[in-house]
């Protein structure tokens, strides 16, 4: 069974451009979390979708907004980049959204911006 | 809100010593917690989680970790470290709310000397 895949793995933007990062998650998982990792803040939240509803959003501004599809597939959305959104973007999946099930990470995507 | 203290940023460790990676959370109910390691350029990959029975749980790849209640830590265990285990650790909280948002801990980063 495939794993999550996010694409591209790469990424490198300016200021005040947009982007946007896919999630594929593993197949028959319902269940979408988005993460921003950085050295100076770590592992932060962002989004939680399931049934293309979004469940929960971390605290960062209105320019950082996400969907899912019907086929679960996830995408998020940066508006406006600023210097400090460059970080890895990392995506995970779960069957259902129930806190005790295992997360499976994609390898993310590094967003660069210049 | 719930939070995670990993107090050790750099950790070296000798090929065939023991490993013991501290983590303190802090969550006024019964905490779903979870150690999860990340190779460079890589995903997180769950070692192990604990939500409620034995407080000693196991994990893949001969890792352990114990759960105290009265000390609100979750140290993570190996008896034998392998070159292989240089990676970071991460370790996190979530709370049974419905949602499977996780607060993660600023990581610890494991280095192991032949």
């Known amino acids: 069974k495939a794993g999550v895949t996010q694409t591209p793995r790469y990424l490198i933007k300016t200021r005040g451009q947009q982007v946007t990062l896919s999630c594929s998650p593993i197949s028959g998982h319902r269940s979408v979390s988005w993460y921003q990792q950085t050295p100076g803040q770590g592992l932060q939240f962002l989004f939680e979708y399931f049934s293309e509803t979004q469940r929960n959003k971390g605290n960062f501004p209105g320019r950082f907004s996400g969907r899912q599809f019907s086929n679960s597939r996830s995408e998020m959305n940066v508006s406006t980049l600023e210097l400090g959104d460059s970080a890895l973007y990392l995506c995970?999946?779960?069957?259902?959204?129930?806190?005790?099930?295992?997360?499976?990470f994609g390898s993310g995507t590094q967003l660069s911006v210049l | 809100a719930q939070s995670v203290t990993q107090p050790d940023i750099h950790i070296t460790v000798s090929e065939g010593a023991s490993l013991e990676l501290r983590c303190n959370y802090s969550y006024g109910a019964t905490p779903y917690l979870f150690w999860y390691v990340q190779s460079p350029g890589q995903g997180l990959q769950l070692l192990l989680k604990y939500f409620s029975g034995d407080t000693l749980v196991q994990g893949i790849k001969g890792f352990e970790a114990e759960f105290k209640r009265s000390q609100s830590s979750f140290n993570l265990r190996k008896p034998s470290v392998h070159w292989s285990d240089a990676a970071e650790y991460f370790c996190a909280v979530g709370a049974n709310t419905g949602f499977q948002k996780l607060v993660f801990g600023t990581g610890t980063r494991l280095l192991v000397s032949p």
């Open positions: 995970a999946s779960s069957p259902t959204q129930a806190i005790n099930e295992k997360l499976f």
